[in-house]
């Protein structure tokens, strides 16, 4: 409710699914001469201004005539009051929010209207009840608007746009705190010590809240597979849906040509707020994301392609022995559990987090150590005879199918990429799963590679803490070979 002279208008910025609808809705219901909402869905097939007026006004109790000027209806409603309304539009950008729903032209010039209206107020209705605006949307910013409407081109829009980014002040709706958290969690029928859990690691995003609820419900009780269904299946998607389309449009992502979830970490390391960017923040620190937020947006995944090292090495051992007195795998090992230690601690990747993949397990171990902590992927047998006869790459299709599964899972992953085999970018440039790969190359890469990776914080070369072996050609390997088997006869 308004004082006499004094009025409302803001944007109301949260996160989607937060709740914000639904508090201004038990708001209007409680007071609803003083409060209404409107949900400009309700005029999606409005085929003129005078439309969209006339549905307003029905919310709001006003007779709109059907020649008279509805801003000077909107005057005489006024004059008849003690204190100002305050209107609240629910769903008014969705034209650029991506739910699909279009919102007519006719619709952003009665906004436009009706929010210059408002502002005028200031010096036409001084002392006199006046009519307060509250918009509500689930983008970031107010400021996202702009560069939305680049995207969309539609000038009813943009010029909205400007005036509600300059003109209206800004509000964050807040997210609830851990004992409403915990609160929500039981009444979704989780345990009460299930739920503390829980609430702590999600943080105060209702929706996200009730992903993990029904995980609870799914797995009975919040384990480890509960806490993987919420943060690599759920939180992506709800991230994805609303935040990075957000911040692709931004200019600083667009002209430095960063990947959204690049730009997200990079500021949110810079000290920004994860309230900032519409993020659940831990309930003891304002200032860092939620455990599964935190979790899932510095998850890097390394994935070492063992054969792409290994070879150079065997090659150049079958033709000269001598330069491995102690074998090929002694001499390799202790090489590539240094640089597997290096790449974890330069990307932050957890142990539990590396993919070791080769032809075999046998092949994987003799490269990096049995020992040497990792998931080993590796070819059934069946294909493991193929790639024997016919030197085909069937690791490599084990690798990037393996990466793009899981990208397809959660579209925020990182990976780190420990190859110079310019054959898998390519696959996962098709499946469109290169935009989250690093690769690291253990030696100088490839023309190909580097056309294919041109930024230089997505390539780097040289890794690999012992130079590539002297090349060896093909009949220096066959006389090798024919070496050893007359030696093995005699």
Same mark, same amino acid.
């Given at each position: ?6 009025? !409302? ?20 219901? *409680? ?10 869905? %309700?005029?999606? =097939?409005?085929? &003129? ?23 000077? #209806? ?24 991506? +739910? ?13 209207? @009706? !929010? ?9 209705? &001084?002392? @006199? ?24 081109? %539609? ?21 609830? /705190? ?9 009444? @979704? ?26 995980? $609870? ?14 943060? *690599? ?51 003891? #620190? ?35 022995? #001598? ?16 640089? @597997? ?12 987090? $590396?993919?070791?993949?080769? =032809? &075999?397990?046998?092949?994987? #171990?003799?490269? !990096? ?22 030197? /085909? ?20 992953? %990182? ?21 989250? $790969? ?13 056309? +294919? ?12 803490? $012992?130079?590539?072996?002297? *090349? ?8 090798? %070979? ?9």
């Amino acid at each position: 409710m308004n004082r006499r002279g004094e009025y !409302i208008h803001t944007v109301v910025i949260g996160a989607r699914k937060v709740g914000k609808t639904t508090w201004f809705r038990r708001l209007a219901e *409680e007071r609803p001469a003083d409060v209404t909402l409107w949900d400009v869905r %309700r005029v999606a =097939r409005a085929g &003129s201004v005078h439309q969209v007026w006339a549905d307003l006004f029905h919310e709001m109790g006003i007779s709109l005539g059907p020649e008279a000027d509805p801003l000077e #209806d909107l005057e005489d409603h006024l004059d008849t009051l003690e204190h100002g309304p305050v209107v609240v539009i629910d769903d008014w950008d969705a034209a650029v929010d991506g +739910r699909g729903v279009t919102v007519p032209d006719a619709c952003y010039e009665v906004l436009d209207q @009706l !929010i210059r209206f408002c502002l005028s107020q200031a010096t036409t209705r &001084s002392g @006199l009840a006046c009519m307060g605006l509250v918009l509500l949307t689930s983008l970031p910013d107010a400021t996202d608007l702009e560069y939305f409407t680049r995207t969309v081109q %539609r000038p009813t829009f943009e010029r909205l746009s400007k005036l509600v980014t300059r003109s209206l002040t800004q509000d964050r709706f807040p997210m609830l /705190d851990q004992a409403e958290s915990t609160a929500l969690l039981t009444d @979704l029928g989780v345990s009460a010590d299930e739920a503390d859990e829980a609430a702590r690691a999600c943080g105060g995003w209702p929706w996200l809240l009730e992903k993990a609820a029904a995980a $609870v419900h799914e797995h009975g009780g919040w384990t480890s597979k509960a806490v993987e269904e919420v943060r *690599e299946r759920q939180l992506p998607g709800l991230l994805d849906a609303g935040l990075m389309p957000c911040l692709a449009a931004r200019p600083e992502v667009r002209v430095r040509q960063v990947q959204p979830i690049d730009y997200l970490r990079q500021e949110l390391a810079r000290g920004r707020t994860p309230e900032a960017f519409g993020l659940p923040s831990a309930f003891d #620190d304002p200032q860092r994301p939620a455990p599964l937020v935190h979790q899932l947006l510095n998850r890097a995944f390394l994935v070492v392609d063992t054969e792409n090292l290994r070879m150079p090495f065997q090659r150049h051992a079958e033709v000269h022995p #001598d330069h491995y007195p102690d074998g090929l795998d002694s001499f390799l090992q202790p090489h590539v559990q240094a640089w @597997l230690r290096e790449l974890c601690e330069k990307h932050d990747v957890s142990e539990e987090d $590396v993919w070791l993949v080769g =032809r &075999s397990q046998h092949r994987i #171990d003799a490269t !990096i150590g049995a020992r040497t902590s990792g998931e080993r992927l590796y070819l059934p047998q069946e294909l493991r005879n193929k790639a024997r006869r016919t030197g /085909d790459g069937s690791d490599d299709a084990l690798m990037t199918a393996q990466v793009a599964r899981r990208a397809e899972r959660n579209p925020l992953a %990182r990976f780190v990429l420990a190859s110079g085999d310019a054959d898998a970018p390519l696959i996962l440039e098709l499946v469109g799963a290169l935009d989250q $790969v690093t690769v690291c190359t253990p030696w100088q890469a490839s023309g190909k590679l580097r056309g +294919r990776l041109p930024e230089a914080d997505r390539l780097r070369e040289h890794t690999f803490p $012992v130079p590539r072996p002297p *090349e060896v050609s093909t009949a220096e390997l066959a006389a090798a %070979r024919r070496a050893r088997a007359c030696g093995e006869r005699r």
